[in-house]
């Protein structure tokens, strides 16, 4: 199973294992990590599942469409990196990804 | 609840006829018999078309997954003043109040971010201090041992104290920010509200309009400052509004941030009121707040609905709507749907997953003020809790006459001594 690495804001961090097929949002859901509140459930239509992805994994993580990029433009300080984690599906390409959290899901 | 009522309306529910069905209708809202009436559309008709009512024609959406399908493609259902705005009833043409959420893209997305850093991570965390210490102050100074009201005395002095902070409005002519959203939400036929047409309404909101305006202009010269309406002023997309859709912006900031949050500061009390056992958890592991604090906004759901009108023929659930028809989105009915949210018409403040609940909207809409209304309410009951072991209701709440917030206008309470 891919293992993806979830860093809370203020530093933590949580390794953990996730089966491919699930969204990087349910990774984290499911494993019951901090940060990440999902409120949609994964619809894209909330943007508290904010993460910022690490600048190596860019390239395997795919760039928004439009419906996340809009959503994403109403969230708390996003960055360049930024991606709403129900969007990231979890393949084995994305063994060793790390996203971190932003200050607060908003 | 009148027993008697509850009965008679569930035999209601029970026998009339689907397409004679006006779910709008705001008595029912008023006298909380609603709940029959949305569970039989949910069975039976989940999209539900009224021909005829006070406000025309138009879809009803009661099922979860329904609306939030509605809330994403934005494109086909718009939110935009011109066709008719976000309330079953439309707004009159000539006394429009445009703000950013009766918008559709590209404006609604400017204005949006102008507003929506006030309540960023940052400047939260900055209010809290001042809002634990206001609602402290307020808790502290109930009286012991007699009947009051709490809706007067904590829900709107503590949600107005903070909307007098977020405008940095005169501290002292707070009362003036309760008066103007009753004005710019109250339902004119209801004999009890402070106006009484369309045309008095837009008089009063004028009167506001003018307040502000001074508090702008002496901030639109100023230094930016943290406040809304230095923000409103400096902000490169809003600082050129026209008149209305000023009285629009500000009228939709100060219902948005006073009207739901009172609301959920007494349907929360009220529920715990009727759940014993729920209260009772409560006060054993006050670490359930935050969980609470979701339930509680799910159960009140203040915002009953929203309303769009499509721009093309669309499908939802086996039905064609047609370009230019009103869809009504139940938030209210959508919040008990079983099929989404288990033991949806039960009260519990540790149910899993609390925040899975369509009060504050969903896609580009979605509530800009959700985490501060959160904070307000974890603030309120954490400052409760360790305060008051506990509170009576002692009478039945009055509801606000509307189909469109869910309101309690009064809740006799007593606080043993
Ligand atoms: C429990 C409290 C609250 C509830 C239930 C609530 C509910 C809602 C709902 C249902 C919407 C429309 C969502 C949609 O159309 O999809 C909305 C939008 C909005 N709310 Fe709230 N609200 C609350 C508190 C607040 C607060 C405290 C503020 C003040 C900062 C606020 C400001 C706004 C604004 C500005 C919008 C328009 C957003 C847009 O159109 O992009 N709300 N709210
Ligand atoms: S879970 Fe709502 S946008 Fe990702």
């Known amino acids: 199973m891919p293992k993806i690495t979830y860093i809370e804001h203020d530093g933590t961090e949580h390794p953990m294992e996730v089966p491919v097929g699930l969204t990087v949002m349910q990774g984290a859901v499911d494993n019951s990590v901090p940060g990440i509140d999902a409120d949609c459930g994964g619809a894209c239509a909330c943007a508290t599942c904010h993460v910022y992805v690490d600048p190596e994994w860019l390239g395997k993580t795919g760039t928004p469409n439009e419906q996340e990029a809009s959503m994403l433009s109403f969230a708390a300080v996003t960055e360049s990196n930024s991606r ?14 790390i996203v971190r959290m932003p200050e607060g899901q908003h | 609840m009148d027993a ?9 529910a029970a026998a009339v006829p689907l397409d004679q069905l006006d779910i709008a209708d705001p008595r029912r809202f008023a006298d909380d018999t609603i709940w029959p009436f949305f569970a039989r559309l949910r069975r039976e008709a989940p999209v539900h078309y009224c021909a005829d009512s006070p406000y025309g024609p138009y879809w009803s959406l009661t099922r979860y997954q329904d609306i939030l399908a509605t809330e994403i493609d934005h494109a086909s259902f718009s939110s935009d003043t011109s066709l008719g705005g976000i309330q079953i009833e439309d707004q009159p043409k000539a006394l429009a109040r445009p703000s950013f959420i009766r918008m559709d893209p590209p404006k609604h997305d400017e204005q949006r971010k102008v507003v929506s850093p006030i309540v960023a991570p940052a400047n939260l965390a900055r209010m809290e201090t001042t809002i634990r210490e206001r609602a402290g102050k307020i808790i502290d100074e109930l009286p012991r041992g007699e009947i009051f009201d709490w809706v007067d005395r904590v829900s709107i002095e503590l949600t107005i104290q903070m909307l007098a902070t977020l405008f940095d409005y005169p501290f002292e002519n ?3 920010l309760t008066y103007w959203s009753d004005v710019a939400v109250c339902n004119v036929n209801d004999p009890t509200s402070p106006v009484h047409s ?3 309404r837009f008089a009063e909101l004028k ?8 508090l702008w202009n002496e901030r639109v010269n100023a230094p930016p400052q943290h406040d809304l309406i230095s923000m409103l002023a400096h902000g490169e997309s809003t600082r050129n509004m026209q008149p209305n859709e000023f009285m629009g912006t500000l009228a939709l900031l100060i219902v948005g941030g006073n009207d739901t949050t009172r609301n959920s500061i007494s349907g929360g009390l009220h529920a715990l009121s009727q759940n014993p056992d729920e209260y009772r958890k409560l006060r054993e592991n006050p670490a359930l707040i935050p969980n609470m604090v979701s339930e509680i906004i799910r159960w009140q759901t203040p915002v009953a609905h929203m309303r769009r009108t499509a721009t093309v023929d669309t499908e939802i659930g086996g039905k064609t709507i047609r370009a230019g028809e009103k869809v009504v989105m139940w938030y209210v009915s959508g919040n008990r749907d079983e099929t989404m949210i288990p033991d949806a018409d039960r009260f519990i403040i540790d149910r899993k997953r609390p925040r899975q609940h369509l009060s ?21 009951w954490e400052e409760i809790l360790a305060r008051l072991p506990q509170i009576e209701v002692v009478s039945e709440p009055e509801r606000v ?11 006799d309470v007593r606080i043993p001594a």
Request: aromatic share 4%; proline share 0%; charged share 25%.
């Open chain 1, 84 to 97: 709403l984690s129900c969007q990231i599906e979890v393949t084995s390409e994305l063994d060793g990804l």
């Open chain 2, 174 to 176: 707070r009362r003036q």
């Open chain 2, 207 to 214: 009167n506001m309009a003018a307040a502000m305006s001074k």
């Open chain 2, 4 to 12: 008697n009522v509850q009965l008679d309306a569930i035999a209601e």
């Open chain 2, 401 to 411: 006459l509307s189909n469109f917030l869910r309101g309690i206008k009064r809740m």
């Open chain 2, 198 to 200: 369309e045309e008095e």
């Open chain 2, 360 to 380: 504050f909207g969903f896609g580009i809409h979605r509530c800009v003020g959700n985490r501060l209304a959160e904070m307000q309410l974890r603030i309120v």
